[in-house]
T-cell receptor, first 113, second 110 residues
Framework: EAGVAQSPRYKIIEKRQSVAFWCNPI?????LYWYQQILGQGPKLLIQFQNNGVVDDSQLPKDRFSAERLKGVDSTLKIQPAKLEDSAVYLC???????????FGEGSRLTVL | DAKTTQPPSMDCAEGRAANLPCNHS???????VYWYRQIHSQGPQYIIH???NNETNEMASLIITEDRKSSTLILPHATLRDTAVYYC???????????FGTGTRLKVLA
C-alpha cells in the first residue's frame, strides 16, 4: 500500500516569497491533516480536512497560510508571504474515517532566508 | 484539551526494556491515550493506543494506571533502531484531533 506522498521534500526561499506544498494521502483516507514542526518541537496542527471540508483551522495563520483539498483527495498548503519563523517541516497525515491511526508523510522541509 | 507531560530524554541499554512514562492527569473518561514515535527526518509513526486496559502489539506494550492519570510505554527489547522521539498524545474526545507535546527523546545505547 502506498504511503502518504509529499512534495517537495526540501525548499529554500527568501522571506516575502511564496511557497506551496502538495500532499497525496493514502487512497480512501477521508481525513487529512497538515502539521507544522519547528526544530526541537512536536508537530503542531495547522488544519484538518474531512473529505473536502475544513474541520479545524483554528491554528492556521490565515493572513499568510491557506490550504485546500479539492475533490477530497490531494491537498495543497500555501504560504504567502513567507516569514523567517515559517522555517519548519510541514507534515501531512491522513487517516481512514473513524480510524484511530494517523499515517504521516516524510514531510517538506522549508527554509526561509 | 487534555495535556500530557513526558521527560525530555531517556537512555536505555540495547536489549533491555525501555519504559517511557507519561502523565495525563486531566484526561477525560472517554479519551484515548496514543503513542507515536518519530525517527530522525521521518514523519511520526503510530505505535499503540489504549483507553483503560493494558494493550500489547508487535511493537510495544501500553500500561495505563487504574485512575488513567498516567501511562507507560514499554519497548521490551530495545534496539538501536528504537532511538527516536516518543510522543504521548491524548486524542480530544469526539474529534479526530491529535495534539502533540514535545515528547521524550529515547537514546538506545550499544
Amino acid at each position: 500500500e502506498a504511503g502518504v506522498a509529499q512534495s517537495p521534500r526540501y525548499k529554500i526561499i527568501e522571506k516575502r516569497q511564496s511557497v506551496a506544498f502538495w500532499c497525496n494521502p493514502i487512497s480512501g483516507h477521508a481525513t487529512l491533516y497538515w502539521y507544522q514542526q519547528i526544530l526541537g518541537q512536536g508537530p503542531k496542527l495547522l488544519i484538518q480536512f474531512q473529505n473536502n471540508g475544513v474541520v479545524d483551522d483554528s491554528q492556521l495563520p490565515k493572513d499568510r497560510f491557506s490550504a485546500e483539498r479539492l475533490k477530497g483527495v490531494d491537498s495543497t498548503l500555501k504560504i504567502q508571504p513567507a516569514k523567517l519563523e515559517d522555517s519548519a517541516v510541514y507534515l501531512c497525515a491522513s487517516s481512514f474515517f473513524r480510524s484511530r491511526e494517523l499515517f504521516f508523510g516524510e514531510g517538506s522541509r522549508l527554509t526561509v532566508l | 484539551d487534555a495535556k500530557t507531560t513526558q521527560p525530555p530524554s531517556m537512555d536505555c541499554a540495547e536489549g533491555r526494556a525501555a519504559n517511557l512514562p507519561c502523565n495525563h492527569s486531566t484526561i477525560s473518561g472517554n479519551e484515548y491515550v496514543y503513542w507515536y514515535r518519530q525517527i530522525h527526518s521521518q514523519g511520526p509513526q503510530y505505535i499503540i493506543h489504549g483507553l483503560k486496559n493494558n494493550e500489547t502489539n508487535e511493537m510495544a506494550s501500553l500500561i495505563i494506571t487504574e485512575d488513567r492519570k498516567s501511562s507507560t510505554l514499554i519497548l521490551p527489547h530495545a534496539t538501536l533502531r528504537d532511538t527516536a522521539v516518543y510522543y504521548c498524545i491524548v486524542k480530544i474526545s469526539g474529534t479526530y484531533k491529535y495534539i502533540f507535546g514535545t515528547g521524550t527523546r529515547l537514546k538506545v545505547l550499544a
